[in-house]
C-alpha cells in the first residue's frame, strides 16, 4: 500500500472491459482511487469532470483513439501536472513515441507486470506527492505575503530607520535606501514632529509609552510633501545583538474618507427619511380621507383591515343606496404597500357612484374591471367580492373574483352557506356582460349576516406553523355564542399568530342580513 497523505484519482481509459477490471483491481491493492472510461471520448469527458490526478490510456480504442484523447487533454489549461502512462499490446517504437509526442510521460506494454506496474505507480505517486507538498508550500507564502498589507518599518533604539517593508515602501513612495539611516521622525507631519520626536525618544527609552503597543493617530508626511493620515503602533523587537524597535504604519487616508462620506451620507439618509416619512404620513392621510369621506358608519356592518405595511392593499366599503339596499365590497389588491393601496384606490369612487344611484351589480363589476384594465401595469390585479343585500325582499346579489369563499352565517355562528369564486380578479382580462352578472340568492332566518375576509386571514401562520385557514374562522365563530363575532375573530386569528405579524393584509367585513 502507499503512505500517501491523500488518496490519489487514476482516470483507467480502455476499450477492453477485462483489462479495466484488471487495472482497478491493481490501483485498489495499491491504494489509489479509481475512474474508467471505455474510450478516448468518454475519457476527454470524464478527465474535464473527475479531475484525476493519473491517467492510464490505451492506445487503441473506438470512438476515439489514445492518441486524440492525449493531445485534447494536454490542449487544455491546468495549473497543475497529470501524468499520463501508456498501457497497449502495440510493441511498435514508432507508436510509444508517437504516443509520447502526444503528451504521455510514461508506457507500459501489455500483459501487464503488478511489479513493473505497481513500481511506476509508486514512483508516480512520490512525483506527485512533492508537486503537492510544493504548491501547498507557495500557496502558504503567497498567503502570508498577501496578507501582511501594513508597512512595516524597523529602527533602532535611537530611532534611526533600519528597513522597510514593501507596503511601508509603497505608503510613502520610496526605496528603502532613500530611507536608510534617517530619524523615523522624519516621515512625520513638520507642525507635529518636534513633539513627536520627544514623546518617541521617551518611549524608546523606557519601553513604555504612548506609541508602545497602542495605536496612535498621526498626519504623516511623504518626502515628496504629500500628508496623510497615518495609524502607528510600535513593539520591541528583542534581538541578541541590539535592541531594535518596529514600526506598523497604515495610511488611513481612504478610510477617513468613507468615514466622512458616511456621516455625510448618514446626515442625508435622516433627510431622505425624514421627507420620506413626512410624505408617507401625508398620503396615509389624502388615502384614509378619501375612503372616509365617502360614507359614514353604516348600520349593520363590521368591518376591520391589519395592514402589514403602513398603507393596506386591502379596501374594504360598505354603504346604503337610497332606497335601504346595503352594498359591501372586498378589495385586494396585488402586493403590499402604497403601490397596492394606489391599486385598489380606483374602485373606491365607482363603488360609492353606483351605491348613490343604485347601479346593478353588473354595471359596477364591469366599470370597476375597465378601469382596473386601464389602469394596472401587467402582473397587477384586484381581487373583488361584490354583494347587494335587499333585506325586505330577502334578496341577495353576489360576485366574487379571486377571493376566498364568502360565508352565511346564522346567529349561532353556524355556517348556513357557502359562497365560491367564479371569475378571476378585476383588471385581468375584458369581461363579457354575462360574466359581470351576480349570482342571485334568498334567506328565510332572522339574525343571519354574510362574512367576507381577504385570503390574508385564510394565509395568517407563525413561521413554520399551520395557516390560519377556514376552519380557524368557523371554530371562531361558532364559539363567540353572545360576544360580537367580529371582535372573536380578532382574537382567534390574534391568538393563532402568538405575537407574529401576518404575512399579508387581513381583512374581515361582516354584513347583517337583517
Known sequence: MLAQHKTFKVLVADDAQSNRAVLRAYLGRLGFETVLAEN???????FERSKPDILIIDLMMPVMDGFEAMRQIRSQPSERWVPIIIISAMDAEGDFVRGLECGADDYLAKPVSYQLFAAKMRNMARALDFQRTHEEALKRERTIADAVIDGIISFDASGNIRDLNRAARQIFKVSAEQLSGRHFASLIA???????????????EHGAGEFIGRVAEITACTPDGRRFPMELTISPLPTAERRLFIGVVRDISERKRVELQLAEDATRLRQYHDEAEAEAELAQQILERHIASQGQQTHGVRQCVWPTARFSGD????????SGKLYG???????HGLAAALSGLSVVNQFH???TNEHPVARLVCAMNESLRALLPPGRFVSTAIVCIDSPARSLQIWLGGVPDVLRIDAQGRLMQSFSSQHLPLGIIEMEAAECEPETYTWQDEGECLLLCSDGVLEAAVPGGEEFGQ???LKALAGAGEQD???VLNTALSEHLQGHSAHDDVSFLLLDLA
Open 40 to 46: 478516448g471520448a468518454q475519457a476527454v469527458a470524464l
Open 190 to 204: 513638520e507642525e507635529v514632529r518636534p513633539a513627536f520626536a520627544l514623546a518617541l525618544a521617551r518611549s524608546l
Open 315 to 322: 379596501i374594504v366599503l360598505a354603504a346604503r343606496g337610497p
Open 329 to 335: 365590497l372586498l378589495a385586494d389588491a396585488t402586493g
Open 353 to 355: 357612484q353606483a351605491v
Open 471 to 473: 376552519a380557524g374562522v
Open 485 to 487: 363575532a367580529l371582535e
